[in-house]
Nanobody, 125 residues
Framework: MQLQACGGGLAQPGGSLRLSCTTS????????MGWFRQAPGKDREFVAT????????RYVGSVQGRFTISRDNARNTVTLQMNSLKPEDTAVYYC???????????????????WGQGTQVTVSS
């Protein structure tokens, strides 16, 4: 399965960006999809995840209420809408896909099998 993320860029604090991740080579609806991020000098961090049918989502506390993850199984796409951006949101954002994940593992990067190439998000005035 291949993942292609796009939509990163430069935003001002308080602004918005929309990341998209399109997949190919797999049955998208069978995968839990996640977004992770890695800032310079820091470990990769869980951001958000959405289960196969979209009924369950999880967010890291620092983005709760500002970011929204969604998916379109007909278009093999997962999206991360990021609002009220803060400088600390600056990172490379990665989309990831995993199948047959148990609920307790969906925030763990090790549970995901396939990863996109990453897209840079910079929040700065």
């Amino acid at each position: 399965m291949q993942l292609q993320a796009c939509g990163g860029g430069l935003a001002q604090p308080g602004g918005s960006l929309r990341l998209s991740c399109t997949t190919s080579g797999g049955t998208f609806s069978r995968y839990t999809m996640g977004w992770f991020r890695q800032a310079p000098g820091k470990d990769r961090e869980f951001v958000a995840t959405i289960r196969e049918r979209g009924g369950t989502t999880r967010y890291v506390g620092s983005v709760q209420g500002r970011f929204t993850i969604s998916r379109d199984n007909a278009r093999n796409t997962v999206t991360l809408q990021m609002n009220s951006l803060k400088p600390e949101d600056t990172a490379v954002y990665y989309c990831a896909a995993g199948t047959n994940l148990i609920l307790s593992s969906i925030t763990q990067s090790a549970a995901y099998t396939y990863w996109g190439q990453g897209t840079q998000v910079t929040v700065s005035s």
